[in-house]
Nanobody, 132 residues
Framework: QLQLVESGGGLVQSGGSLRLSCDVS????????IGWFRQAPGKEREGVSC???????????NYVDSVKGRFTISRDTAKRTVNLQMNSLKPEDTGIYYC??????????????????????WGQGTQVTVSS
């Protein structure tokens, strides 16, 4: 069964940083959109950022407005992880963070989205808590 594994969550003070990793080594195909999502208590799961892993070169990235300039998504080819560097964290960033995957055709210019409905495979999540 396809499995994505998140790591790197924890407790941090407001203004601090965390780096989340999503192990994508068990993906069976080569080309996927990888998204990061979060769910706060009592709220719906929402998209945070995504990256398209394509055949040649760097894929497109996308961020929701609330994290632009603070979060950076990247791919570590050697470790087969997709990372989310989170800086200047705020209490409203608190939640369970999930990575998710959906296969893409791999062509240059392939874009990714941050809609929950687009993604087929999900990890179990990692807790991020930002204290004020």
């Amino acid at each position: 069964q396809l499995q994505l594994v998140e790591s790197g969550g924890g407790l941090v003070q407001s203004g601090g940083s965390l780096r989340l990793s999503c192990d994508v080594s068990k993906l069976l195909k080569d080309y996927y959109n990888i998204g990061w999502f979060r769910q706060a208590p009592g709220k719906e799961r929402e998209g945070v950022s995504c990256i398209s892993i394509i055949r040649i070169g760097d894929g497109n990235t996308n961020y929701v407005d609330s994290v632009k300039g603070r979060f950076t998504i990247s791919r570590d080819t050697a470790k087969r992880t997709v990372n989310l560097q989170m800086n200047s964290l705020k209490p409203e960033d608190t939640g369970i963070y999930y990575c998710a995957a959906v296969q893409n055709p791999g062509y240059p210019g392939t874009r990714c989205g941050v809609s929950v409905a687009e993604y087929h495979y999900w990890g179990q999540g990692t807790q991020v808590t930002v204290s004020s």
